[in-house]
Antibody
């Protein structure tokens, strides 16, 4: 059964860089049918798409976050990672990694999801 | 500005049917098709309930169904049960990004 697991620091100070890794098990990140991405959810709020990556390192990012986000892939470890720089309290959220399925050239559905990891930005 | 608009809350009694709408508002509404739907219980990761507009993944109850009319997609929960109380999100993607609706809190009275 395919699983995704997020890992990384849970507490950051303002202006630091958020770094999270998602480890994929039960499927190969080389699978040509999928992109691999990140979603976040601030406490008590809705879901926000951050971006995603193809195993060939093709990336797409949410326009509001694009200037601060980098998503990378390590095919040898079957992992992909998220970096978000210059964090503020507004970046406090649960961060989920998730597989993206394309259909008809469009991002279609997101499944499965990692369990999520809370990242808090506080001084 | 593109958006998927959902009602903030919907409620119903056990056994009833409820419908959650998801309306695409943008200059290119046709790009937001198909829609997928996710259920999220407190403290849990979202769960895929509907994909490709109307399809249910294996294991999802057939009490959940979806449809689309014009630029509005809808999720219907039939025979409402206590376990259906959760937040529900619609979602759609284009060739370059993914968009979520604001979420709908479903309350079982």
């Amino acid at each position: 059964q395919m699983q995704l697991q997020e890992s990384g620091p849970g507490l950051l100070k303002p202006s630091e860089t958020l770094s999270l890794t998602c480890t994929v098990s039960g499927d190969s990140i080389h699978n040509t049918n999928y992109y691999w991405g990140w979603i976040r959810q601030p406490p008590g709020k809705g879901l926000e798409w951050i971006g995603c990556i193809y195993y060939r390192a093709i990336t797409y990012y949410s326009p509001p976050l694009k200037s601060r986000v980098t998503i990378s892939v390590d095919t040898s470890k079957n992992q992909f990672s998220l970096k978000l720089n210059s964090v503020t309290a507004a970046d406090t959220a649960v961060y989920f990694c998730v597989r993206h399925t394309l259909s008809g050239g469009k991002f279609n559905w997101l499944d499965p999801w990692g369990q999520g990891t809370l990242v808090t930005v506080a001084s | 500005q593109s958006a998927l608009t959902q009602p903030a809350s919907v409620s119903g009694s056990p056994g009833q049917s409820i419908t959650i709408s998801c309306t695409a508002t943008s200059s290119d509404v046709g790009s937001y098709d198909p829609v997928s739907w996710y259920q999220q219980h407190p403290g849990k990761a979202p769960k895929l309930m509907i994909y490709e507009g109307t399809k249910r993944p294996s294991g999802v109850s057939n009490r959940f169904s979806a449809s689309k009319s014009g630029n509005t997609a809808s999720l219907t929960i039939s025979g409402l049960q206590a376990e259906d109380e959760a937040d529900y999100y619609c979602c759609s993607g284009t060739t370059t990004f993914v968009l979520f609706g604001g979420g709908t809190k479903v309350t079982v009275l």
